[in-house]
């Protein structure tokens, strides 16, 4: 990795800072207490995840929309489990899961640590396809929003990585040439492949312990960013 020319550092938020698979099983457990769900957490959160991956799929893609998502995530993963939940319940808990998924601030461990030294040198900034005023409330409640300089969502774009305009526009935004610039996710595709194709550098976080590959460093702890930054 060349870091002699690197100036801007661009960072996915779940996955990759913010630790998305505690929050959400956090976030259902208290649903399904409020609510008297009675299923048990882990069977529900084993099927959801796929599931909530492959909508996430569709999503990026643009074949369905935010509503859809939300919804029919959900809903499949009852019918997966054999549970008859009304349409009506299944709203309740959508609302609820994104009223309460951004209120918890766990991120994964080393990441404010990270996050000090790198400020210091570089310009940092976010590129997430996540919902707007809920990655925003995320950044907020775990306390590192203070340690960006810009946070760029595919809404703001009306592009989703790994699509080259969301890549291309941040770089403009942030008057960054390609070659001064690493983009740090954990989505080989979405983020690694996405930005490397504009001509930036890339760390793979692989906190979804993926297959590995040699586009670029994989890292297995946030921290070992600071091995090559």
Same mark, same amino acid.
């Given at each position: 990795?060349?870091?002699?020319? #690197? ?8 996955? =990759? ?6 929050? $959400? ?11 008297? %769900? ?9 099927? @959801? ?52 998924? $951004? $209120? ?29 005023? %809920?990655? @925003? ?7 590192? #929003? ?6 760029? =969502? ?14 291309? &526009? ?38 979804? &312990? ?20």
């Amino acid at each position: 990795m060349n870091n002699s020319l #690197v100036t801007d550092l661009f960072f996915d938020l779940d996955h =990759t800072l913010w630790d998305f698979e505690r929050n $959400s099983k956090l976030t259902f457990q208290k649903i399904f207490s409020e609510l008297k %769900i009675n299923i048990p957490l882990e069977h529900f959160i084993k099927n @959801y995840k796929p599931i909530n991956l492959s909508m996430w799929k569709k999503y990026r893609k643009n074949i369905i929309s935010q509503e859809e998502l939300r919804y029919v995530r959900l809903k499949k993963t009852f019918e997966s489990l054999n549970k008859t939940i009304e349409p009506n319940i299944i709203n309740n808990i959508s609302k609820l899961y994104i009223d309460y998924l $951004s $209120s918890y601030p766990h991120l994964f461990p080393g990441t404010i640590n990270v996050l000090n030294e790198l400020s210091d040198k570089y310009n940092l900034h976010i590129i997430t396809n996540g919902f707007k005023n %809920i990655q @925003y409330k995320k950044l907020e409640s775990s306390g590192i #929003v203070k340690f960006f300089k810009n946070v760029f =969502t595919s809404e703001d774009f009306g592009y989703k990585k790994p699509h080259p305009l969301i890549f291309k &526009k941040a770089l403009e935004i942030t008057d960054t040439s390609p070659s001064s610039a690493i983009m740090i996710g954990d989505s080989l595709e979405v983020d690694i492949l996405g930005s490397m194709q504009q001509g930036m550098q890339a760390i793979h976080f692989n906190s979804n &312990k993926d297959p590995l590959h040699n586009h670029c460093i994989i890292i297995d702890n946030i921290d070992e960013i600071l091995n090559f930054i």
